[in-house]
């Protein structure tokens, strides 16, 4: 067995046959030492041989482990350290980033790999969050899927997104004159699955969701604009709806902070009505008036401690704790969510979603277009993704509804 740094020689007295087969025997020996080494062959030719990998005798000389460390092109070199079982890792073969997708593939497929991580955050840095580019081989880095990602949803409204995972409500038998079922769905963005939580809910005009998992209902009561609405909470492991406080209010939207306290808001025409509660945390069931007599508001955001709401007189305004609203920027009626830097509305009557900077109050160019009246919006910043919701046309009678992935601007 030769080993690096080893020494060999030739007998002198060896008869003329037995010195060649010996210096077959060490020239076949050296060839194998330095392939598996990576030296003789560069990455992409060594570790896309399938005799190479099996070659290796799985961990002894794995073609992926060494191969991949000594190639330039080491996403190559990982897939080769799969097929010879006993690649150190993924990761040491993305000594080539541009490859590294291929190394990320070649550590899910096979047991070569001791982790897809490596070569998944190499390819999710180079296709842009686990994107097409990264290929199958950003699965364990893979970030969520962008672009239409539900279609056929029957008058979406409410919205929310909780670790990565969107909740929605369809509301047509609500909304609509065409009857149907109100339900709760949640959508995985990274598998790309979704699930019917519950049909037949209560209240489908909001959705929000805690730290504990429990999903958080809200609806107008009625009519809208009105003076009547009701909040049910739907428990995360049997998904059965119960009910919890009612207001009067015909709610139209909430949002919960990261302490739980909730906030919601609805239209009203009569003069003085309670029109933005806050729930705190320790007691739902006691709401505290922070706004009234606003009139015709529909939707809100909490950031950096301002609350933002949309009227239908003032477009868009903000406040804190229960002083007098100040306005801050004509937008959209609908769907606000925030990120550190922009706010972002629903226009149904433009059928666009905007963006409003937060240090100056100025619209920016519209980040969607040519929808179909969009009616909510939020953004989640732990994958910097904004997330809308179009209800559809009244010719296809509200059935055509559907959920749309963006980067952030």
């Known amino acids: 067995m030769l080993t690096r740094g080893s020494r060999f020689s030739l007998p002198v ?25 990576g030296c003789g062959h560069s990455g992409r030719d060594f570790a896309t041989s399938g005799s190479a990998g099996s070659a290796g005798e799985g961990g002894k000389n794995s073609a992926g482990g060494v191969g ?30 541009g490859l590294a997708g291929m190394a990320g593939e070649a550590a899910e497929a096979g047991a070569g790999g001791t982790s897809a991580g490596a070569g998944g955050t190499h390819s999710a840095g180079s296709g842009g969050a686990g994107g097409s580019s990264a290929g199958s081989g950003g699965t364990a880095g ?4 962008l672009g239409v990602l539900q279609t ?18 369809e ?5 609509t004159a065409y009857g149907g079922t109100d339900r709760l769905r949640v959508y995985d963005p990274i598998a790309g699955t979704y699930t019917i939580l519950t049909n037949n809910i209560t209240n489908g005009q909001a959705v929000v969701v805690a730290s504990t998992g429990k999903i958080y209902l809200g609806s107008y009561q009625g009519s809208i604009p009105g003076d009547n609405g009701s909040i049910s909470v739907v428990d995360p492991g049997t998904h059965i709806e119960s009910p919890l406080v009612n207001l009067p209010i015909a709610i139209s939207d909430m949002y919960i902070d990261a302490q739980d306290n909730i906030f919601v808001i609805g239209p009203s025409d009569t003069a003085n009505a309670k029109n933005i509660y806050k729930l705190p945390v320790n007691n739902y069931t006691s ?32 406040f804190t ?32 979603v905007s963006g409003v900077d937060l240090a100056t109050g100025k619209v920016v160019t519209p980040v969607a277009n040519n929808l179909k009246e969009p009616t909510n919006a939020r953004y989640d ?20 509804g559907r959920l749309t992935a963006i980067t952030a601007p």
């Open 13 to 37: 007295r060896d008869h003329p046959c037995q010195v060649a087969r010996m210096k077959l025997r060490v020239a076949v020996c050296v060839s194998l030492w330095l392939a598996a080494q």
């Open 68 to 97: 991949g460390n000594g190639s330039a092109l080491g996403g190559d070199a990982g897939e080769a350290g799969a097929v010879g079982q006993g690649g150190t890792t993924a990761g040491a073969a993305g000594a080539d980033s």
């Open 142 to 145: 893979a970030g969520p899927r």
């Open 152 to 169: 056929d949803l029957l008058y979406p409204i409410g919205l929310w997104v909780r670790q990565s995972k969107v909740y929605i409500t």
């Open 171 to 175: 509301a047509r038998a609500t909304n």
């Open 287 to 318: 709401p505290v008036v922070l706004q009234t007599g606003l009139g015709r508001v529909f939707s809100l955001t909490v950031n950096a401690g301002k609350v933002y709401f949309s009227s239908l007189s003032y477009g868009i305004e903000w």
């Open 321 to 352: 704790g229960t002083a007098v609203p100040q306005n801050f920027a004509v937008g959209g009626n609908y769907g606000l969510t925030a990120s550190s830097t922009k706010l972002f509305s629903c226009d149904i009557s433009a059928n666009t």
């Open 381 to 400: 910043s732990s994958t910097n993704v904004l997330y809308f919701l179009e209800s559809g046309t009244n010719a296809n009678q509200y059935k055509d």
